[in-house]
């Protein structure tokens, strides 16, 4: 393969993670290191900040402040949710297409990490085939990005490990709290975390429960299985009278029978034109203080289970770096059209032996990742050992951010511009 001499653009998108940032570093510091690649840029805002033209020059970072990023949450050179959306909107996407290639050729780019979940591998996916189409010398990278750990092939995509090590360590201090008031009157708190289709988030507490069913959470909610309103009020009345309180877990997503979701505000859509989501914790609430009148209180985890750096997993955090790292080298080898995927390796001492390796992006694009039906239990309200297995060893080792007056000491990059060589992008 002939070496390839360019510039190197990377950009974030999506929903950010406490290792986003991690991811970045690799892709900084491991591109640093080739002479084929001369100028390092980052994309302002994703794909969104890329067609205008937004680009932030990395070698004007000061190398402490790369090193930084490690240990850094959300999306340091900023993310957007913006689609190239051929199916619904052509005539704009072949624009949108017509554009980036303008901004590539104008910056001499040759090389595109792009840091997401689904909907960025997708967009990755369309670009390296448009690039293959324009006979453009491209190489295209995507890195996996999302706590919803969706993303198929990959053992488990970064940014997960951390949330439910966040969320596990919020159950438990919750449940102790609740457990410490619970008297013969009893009490339920339903905790809401994120997963709109799948629910590895909400999955993932059973970490809390350490092997003890005393242990909460005693309800595990997922957008996998509907939600059964009779079943699930029998469930909770029987781990009241067995503890005197009960916790819940439930994922934002989660679906009535006929496939409605429960949270949905179908007067306020997203900007993928979905309902938006936040309102299946209060929904219950309302069912259990109505139907058992039993105190109910809520708690929505919202954003701070995606942004808790405090409570980062270090294996997620060295598994995201090492995706960035491979994804320079991947393209530097002359591959293109893939995404890292983290590969799992047990070991004979019960240990985890953590690798990367390639999968092509149209095995990716558009396709969800579902919790195995094997890995819950029957009655749907828990999942099983073998979850469990899956999970622990995503959740080992802490990531240690250096202190000023009691809190963490967090990098903001310097984000020089690059200089626009095209005439603003049309509406």
Known sequence: ????????????????????????????????????????????????????????DINDEKARTIEGLKYTPAAALGTCRYKIDFKKKAEKAAKDMDRLFQVFEAHNIRYFAYIGGNDSQDTSHKIHEEAVKRTYALRVIGVPKTIDNDLPHTDNCPGYGSVIKYNSTTVMEVGLDVGAMATDDGSCCIIEVMGRSAGWIAAGTVLAKRGNPANPPHIILLPELPFEEEKFLAKVKETVAAYKYCIVVVGEGIKDPTGEEVGANKKLLDSFGHPVLAGAAEKLKELVQGRLNTKTRTVLLGY?????????????????????????????????????????????DGSVKWSTALQPLADIANVEHFIPRDWISEDGYMPNEKFVAYAQPLIEGEVKAPVEAGLPKYVVLEKSKVEKKLAPREA
């Open 1 to 56: 393969m002939d070496e390839l001499v360019g510039n190197l653009l990377v950009a974030q998108s999506g929903g950010p993670t406490s290792v986003i940032n991690a991811s970045l570093a690799g892709v900084i510091q491991e591109a640093g290191r080739h002479d084929c690649i001369e100028e390092i840029y980052g994309g302002a805002n994703g794909i969104l900040g890329i067609l205008n033209e937004e680009f932030i």
């Open 304 to 348: 701070a289970q995606r942004a808790a750096a405090h409570c980062a997993s270090l294996t997620d955090a060295t598994n995201a770096f090492a995706c960035g790292e491979a994804a320079v080298r991947a393209a530097i080898s002359g591959e293109s059209g893939h995404m890292v995927k983290i590969v799992r390796e047990a070991q004979p």
